[in-house]
């Protein structure tokens, strides 16, 4: 029988706060290797220049559940048997953890890829003012289940 992947795209930004992540999640998937997999986008609100707004203490709270809202409806369209992930906050992950854990019953594996800033003051040669945020969070979770 045949697995089907699917390859998701979702550069969701609000969950950081961080317009930049929505880019690190485009090049990501413009780096990653064409194949047959679907290559599906999850709709995201663009940054368009004004602050998110704080909602029950959460930055982008109405944003970021209409984005796992969509990520879910898609991915329970396609009832893929493994998922790419590229995402840009650490939020893109719950919709489909969430369903492949629940269409293994737990029993499945994950590699995770982040690559993101660590900034260390003690580190840093002079003030943090010239640190400049050069890198971009970027991520990829691949979930499949435990192969036996």
């Known amino acids: 029988m045949t697995k089907q992947t ?10 950081g706060n961080n317009p930049n992540y929505s880019f690190g999640a485009e090049l990501l998937a413009w780096l990653a290797p064409d194949n047959d997999q ?5 709709p995201v609100q663009a940054y368009d220049g004004i602050p998110l707004e704080n909602e029950n203490g959460t930055y982008g709270r109405k944003q970021l559940l209409e984005q796992l809202e969509a990520a879910h ?6 009832k893929p048997d493994r998922i790419v992930m590229f995402g840009g906050d650490c939020l893109v992950e719950q919709a489909p953890f969430a369903y492949l854990n629940e269409r293994y019953s ?23 003012e010239t640190v400049k945020e050069i890198w971009i969070t970027v991520a990829v979770w691949i979930w499949a289940p435990f192969c036996y």
């Open 6 to 15: 699917i390859r998701l795209l979702m550069p969701q930004w609000q969950g």
């Open 38 to 42: 679907p290559l599906i986008h999850v």
């Open 73 to 78: 409806h898609i991915i329970y369209a396609h």
């Open 106 to 128: 737990g029993e499945l594996g994950l590699v995770w890829i982040d690559a993101h800033k660590i900034v260390n003051p003690r580190l840093a040669r002079g003030s943090m």
